[in-house]
Nanobody
Framework: QVQLLESGGGLVQPGGSLRLSCAASGFSLNYYFAGWFRRAPGKEREGVSCMMSTDGSTTYYADSVKGRFTISRDTAKGTVHLQMNSLEPEDTAIYYC????????????????????WGQGTQVTVSS
């Protein structure tokens, strides 16, 4: 059974930063495409950022986070991270690590869905 372990969420003031991390229990994320989705209260689930290559050259960012968020891999640890800078109250949401069930077969992350592997989520709250 795939288990994804997220960490790094919390409460931060507007303009602050957080770094989310995702690790998989029992296997390395180096062999999978992975990304982050979020769900804010009363809003639809949104794809935030995805990495669709092993070298980080193919990435997706939602327009609302471009220039502020950066997705990356730590290949030594087999983990995926989301560095979030200049956080805004609108970024408040539960953030989910998502891993494509198809491994390294290219699929645009806008097509990722409930059949892929999802973490339990980590709360990010941006408030003064």
């Amino acid at each position: 059974q795939v288990q994804l372990l997220e960490s790094g969420g919390g409460l931060v003031q507007p303009g602050g930063s957080l770094r989310l991390s995702c690790a998989a229990s029992g296997f390395s994320l180096n062999y999978y495409f992975a990304g982050w989705f979020r769900r804010a209260p009363g809003k639809e689930r949104e794809g935030v950022s995805c990495m669709m290559s092993t070298d980080g050259s193919t990435t997706y960012y939602a327009d609302s986070v471009k220039g502020r968020f950066t997705i990356s891999r730590d290949t030594a640890k087999g983990t995926v991270h989301l560095q979030m800078n200049s956080l805004e109250p609108e970024d408040t949401a539960i953030y989910y690590c998502v891993v494509a069930r198809t491994g390294l077969v290219f699929r645009p992350c806008v097509t990722w869905n409930e059949d892929d592997y999802w973490g339990q989520g980590t709360q990010v709250t941006v408030s003064s």
